[in-house]
């Protein structure tokens, strides 16, 4: 117990040291820091925008922002906070320039058939097979056609793995919003998931 | 079992798959859930909800973005300190500029008439001439700032 509180504390430091070494210009901790996060940041940035070309392109503005802005990073801050902050002020401007009548009702692009259709169309030998493979991209797909607020919130705790609070300070919320936000959105999930699928192929 | 007690955990259980319950909420629902199939079986949907959400796999970035990411970021932030750096410098030599004004002031006075010229200049218009001959400095040093942050801009490409 004591050495696994130790080894969170050294990392929490080691994490903390990168940022620092960041603010004094370090190009070295920003190799560090950007492989630590990419996947993250990029999965992050995918759920908001639905759109793997702007999530790129997102993805490298964040990371320009945050070398512009480091200077006036805290460091006594948790440096994930901010910068998902960065990239989330990124997005959210990005999908405000968009025509507001697309901003949460389109689908992810380029799916022309739901996994659903296609499980029905299968041939039974492969069914099995077909049907955990199609759950995820089932699922990934009804999580892209929930409203921005309940799919950034369900990412977030479920995929990030945030805590409540963290969660209530990135999105400038009370914990109250979060936890109804929480409870909507997967609300919403299972609903869509049943429509879509049925019973079978999602449990 | 009470109706009130059903419908809570209805509610609740949404929120306890996504691990965002307080510890007494946690516990009422625990103790339902022992005693209530249909919850149970509610709960387990619900959970199953959660793990999939956790399961999804994670999506990356190509790794030529990755690497263009890191080539236009590091030639930012080397940017951003150069930038930094030079302010630095105009700022520095605008105070050299501003304490070599008041000191050669006060020098010139005691080498031609002495100390207690030097402790005139505090009294009748002496802080006229100071502050005059100091805003001239000033305004010479911040010309001068100006040019140079202007020449570096510009051969930066940046202006």
């Known amino acids: 117990m004591m050495a696994d509180a130790a080894a969170d504390w050294e990392a929490l430091l080691s994490r903390d040291t990168d940022a620092a070494r960041l603010r004094r210009g370090d190009l070295d901790a920003l190799a560090v820091l950007l492989a630590r996060y990419q996947n993250r940041l990029y999965r992050y940035l995918l759920r908001l925008v639905r759109d793997p070309a702007t999530a790129e392109d997102l993805f490298q503005q964040t990371w320009v922002r945050v070398v512009e802005k480091i200077r006036g990073y805290d460091p006594r801050r948790s440096f994930e906070a901010w910068l998902f902050a960065v990239a989330r002020h990124l997005a959210i401007d990005h999908l405000r320039r968009r025509a507001p009548e697309s901003l949460d009702d389109a689908g992810p692009a380029g799916t022309t058939e739901s996994p659903a259709a296609r499980i029905a169309s299968a041939e039974p030998g492969a069914l099995a097979d077909l049907l955990a493979r199609e759950r995820v991209e089932l699922v990934a797909q009804v999580l892209a056609e929930l409203p921005l607020i309940y799919r950034e919130t369900l990412t977030l705790r479920f995929e990030e793995e945030m805590k409540l609070e963290e969660i209530a300070t990135l999105l400038a919320v009370p914990l109250s919003t979060v936890k109804t936000r929480l409870r909507r959105g997967l609300e919403m999930m299972r609903r869509r998931l049943e429509n879509l699928a049925g019973e079978s192929p999602w449990q | ?159």
Request: glycine residues 8%; contains cysteine.
């Open chain 2, 1 to 159: 079992m009470a109706v009130n007690e059903h419908e809570e955990t209805q509610t609740l259980l949404p929120l306890a798959a996504a691990g965002a319950l307080e510890a007494d909420e946690r516990e009422r629902i625990e103790r339902h859930l022992a005693c209530c199939a249909a919850c149970a079986a509610e709960w387990e949907r619900w959970r199953l909800c959660g793990l999939l959400l956790k399961r999804l796999p994670t999506p990356q970035p190509s790794p030529l973005v990755v690497k263009r990411t890191q080539a236009r970021a590091g030639a930012r932030l080397r940017e951003a300190f150069d930038e930094h750096s030079t302010q630095v410098g105009i700022w520095l030599a605008l105070l050299v500029a501003w304490t070599l004004t008041l000191g050669s002031w006060v020098v010139v006075h005691v080498l031609t008439g002495g100390i207690p010229a030097a402790a005139d200049l505090f009294t009748g218009n002496g802080w006229l001439w100071v502050a005059a001959y100091t805003a001239a400095g000033w305004v010479l040093a911040a010309v001068a700032g100006a040019v140079l942050g202007r020449r570096y801009r510009t051969s930066r490409g940046l202006a």
